[in-house]
C-alpha cells in the first residue's frame, strides 16, 4: 500500500533522496564506505558540506554579508544561543507571540536579557497572527524574533516588511524554510531544524549577518558562539555528517524543481486543495483565520472527538498517517511540507470528501 505521512516532523522526504540514499549508503562515491564513515575532514566530505552550503546560498539568495552555519541542539537550542550571543548586556529584545514554540523561544531569552513581548494571539487560543504595530522595534532593541510558521497552532506570517530602523528581524523558520521565496536581507538570522522540510533531525540550519555574531559578551563557552562556528566554518567540532548529507541531497532535489519558486508554486497548489475542501465544509473547521492559514500545517477539527479518532484510524487504514494533531491542541493536522506530492493531498481530500459523506 502506498504510504502518505503528513507527520509534523520529523516528517517526510522526497523519495527521489530516500532512493538515493539507499544507493549510496554502503558506498558512497566509490569510496567503499558510507558517508557516515568518512572523515569530517576529509576532501569527500568536505565536498558534501560545501555543496551543502553552496545549495542554500543558492537556493535562499544568502550574500556574503551572511555566514550558513549547520549546527546541533535543534531549533531549541537556538532558542536560548540566540539571545546569548546578540542580546546586549542589560538590553531589551522584543518578541511576538504566536504559540508554544514562540513561547518557548520567549522563556530561553530571559535568561539573558529583558524581553518585549510586542505582540500576543494567546488570548484567542493562537488562531491568528497578530497585528505587529508597523514593524517599528523600539529604538534600541538588540533585535526582534518572529516564528515564521506555527506547527502547532496552524498559522504563519504571509509578509515579512523590511524594519525601518535596522534592528535585525529573526526568524524560527523551522516548519516553512524553503517553502516559499523570501528576501534573505530583511532579517538579521533565521534558523531552523532540519526535520520538517530539509532533511533528517540532528542538524540545525543557521543563515546568520556576520556582524551580528561580533556582538557575542566574552563570557560565553566557545561551543554556543557564533562566531567559533563562522571561523571554522562549522567544523569547530564533528558535525552531524549524516544529516547535512541528506540536507545537501534535499536542496538538491529542491533545486531539480525549479528552486523556490517551483516549490512555492506547488506548495500554494497543495494548501489551496485542501483548504477549499475545509472551506466548503460544515462537518470541517478550521480555527484559524483565513488570512493567518499556514501554507504548511493545516488544522481542522470534526465535529466531535469521536469521529476525529474515527477519521485518524481510517485514514491510515488507507496509508494516510501521522495526521493527529499535537498533543497539547488534539484535532487533525496535515503537515504537507516541500516533500509532500500533491497527489498526497489529493489523496487526502478524496478520503475528506468519503469521510464526511459517510458521516456528515
Ligand atoms: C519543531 C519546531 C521547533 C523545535 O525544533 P527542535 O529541532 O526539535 O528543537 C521549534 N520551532 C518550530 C517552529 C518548530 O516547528
Known amino acids: 500500500m502506498k504510504v502518505y505521512n503528513f507527520s509534523a516532523g520529523p516528517a517526510m522526504l522526497p523519495k527521489e533522496v530516500m532512493e538515493q540514499a539507499q544507493d549510496e549508503f554502503c558506498n558512497f562515491r566509490g569510496t567503499g564506505c558510507g558517508v557516515m564513515e568518512l572523515s569530517h575532514r576529509g576532501s569527500q566530505f568536505m565536498e558534501v558540506i560545501q555543496g551543502a552550503e553552496q545549495n542554500v546560498r543558492e537556493l535562499m539568495g544568502v550574500s556574503d554579508d ?4 549547520f549546527l546541533q541542539g535543534g531549533a531549541s537550542m537556538q532558542f536560548a544561543m540566540l539571545p ?8 531589551f529584545a522584543e518578541y511576538a507571540d504566536t504559540g508554544v514554540w514562540s513561547s518557548k523561544a520567549i522563556k530561553e531569552a530571559k535568561l539573558f536579557g529583558e524581553v518585549k513581548e510586542i505582540a500576543s494571539s494567546k488570548a484567542t487560543n493562537y488562531d491568528r497572527i497578530p497585528v505587529i504595530r508597523h514593524w517599528k522595534p523600539e529604538a534600541g532593541a538588540s533585535y526582534m ?5 506555527n506547527t502547532i497552532a496552524g498559522t504563519q506570517y504571509h509578509a515579512f516588511p523590511p524594519l525601518d530602523n535596522g534592528t ?32 533528517p533531525s540532528g542538524v540545525t540550519l543557521v543563515i546568520i549577518r556576520k556582524d551580528l555574531a561580533e556582538r557575542c559578551p566574552a563570557t560565553v563557552p566557545t561551543m554556543l558562539r557564533y562566531s567559533t562556528h563562522i571561523k571554522e566554518e562549522s567544523m569547530f567540532n564533528t558535525p552531524p555528517t549524516f544529516s547535512v548529507y541528506i540536507l545537501k541531497l534535499v536542496t538538491d532535489w529542491i533545486k531539480g524543481k525549479g528552486g523556490i519558486a517551483g516549490i512555492e508554486e506547488i506548495n500554494d497548489t497543495k494548501s489551496e486543495v485542501l483548504y477549499e475542501v ?9 480555527p484559524v483565520y483565513p488570512e493567518s492559514r499556514s501554507r504548511m500545517n493545516v488544522v481542522f477539527r470534526l465535529p466531535s472527538e469521536e469521529l476525529e479518532a474515527k477519521f485518524l484510524k481510517e485514514a491510515a487504514a488507507e ?3 501521522g495526521l493527529k494533531g499535537h498533543r497539547l491542541v488534539g484535532g487533525i493536522r496535515a503537515s504537507i511540507y516541500n516533500a509532500m506530492p500533491l497527489s498526497g493531498v489529493e489523496a487526502l481530500v478524496d478520503f475528506m470528501n468519503e469521510f464526511e459523506k459517510k458521516n456528515g
Open 145 to 149: 524574533h518572529i516564528t515564521s510558521n
Open 66 to 69: 551572511y555566514a550558513v552555519l
Open 168 to 199: 535585525p528581524l529573526i526568524a524560527d523558520m523551522s516548519s516553512d524554510i524553503m517553502s516559499r521565496v523570501i528576501n534573505m536581507n530583511d532579517f538579521g538570522m533565521i534558523y531552523a531544524g532540519a526535520q520538517k522540510n530539509l532533511g
Open 319 to 321: 496509508g494516510m498517517t
Open 84 to 91: 546569548m550571543n546578540l542580546m546586549a548586556p542589560g538590553g
Open 278 to 286: 475545509i472551506n466548503a465544509s460544515s462537518f470541517y473547521n478550521n
